[in-house]
Nanobody, 111 residues
Framework: QVQLVESGGGLVQAGGSLRLSCVAS????????MSWFRQAPGKEREFVASCSRSGSTYYADSVKGRFTISRDNAKNTVYLQMNNLKPEDTAVYYCNVVNFWGQGTQVTVSS
């Protein structure tokens, strides 16, 4: 079992920034790849970014150049720095490890 707890969401104006955090606990040996997904109202959950234990990163085209994923392996924590936020980034953001999910954190971007 892996427990994931996200934090850092909130309300921000377009062009602003937020930093999300996700702390993993439990069977953390399985945290080889840590990812962020998001789900907007009425839409399917979509991939945002992932980071391997060695630091390799991947991004959805929609967030490239604006979002940065990073991790602190000693703390079993993954971060998502979100800059130049747009109203279309509004969603619940979820942390993912293998088939485990956090409870999500709401990000709302006002225009």
């Amino acid at each position: 079992q892996v427990q994931l707890v996200e934090s850092g969401g909130g309300l921000v104006q377009a062009g602003g920034s937020l930093r999300l955090s996700c702390v993993a606990s439990g069977r953390t040996f399985s945290t080889v790849i840590m990812s962020w997904f998001r789900q907007a109202p009425g839409k399917e959950r979509e991939f945002v970014a992932s980071c391997s234990r060695s630091g390799s990163t991947y991004y959805a085209d929609s967030v490239k150049g604006r979002f940065t994923i990073s991790r602190d392996n000693a703390k079993n924590t993954v971060y998502l720095q979100m800059n130049n936020l747009k109203p279309e980034d509004t969603a619940v953001y979820y942390c993912n490890v293998v088939n485990f999910w956090g409870q999500g954190t709401q990000v709302t971007v006002s225009s």
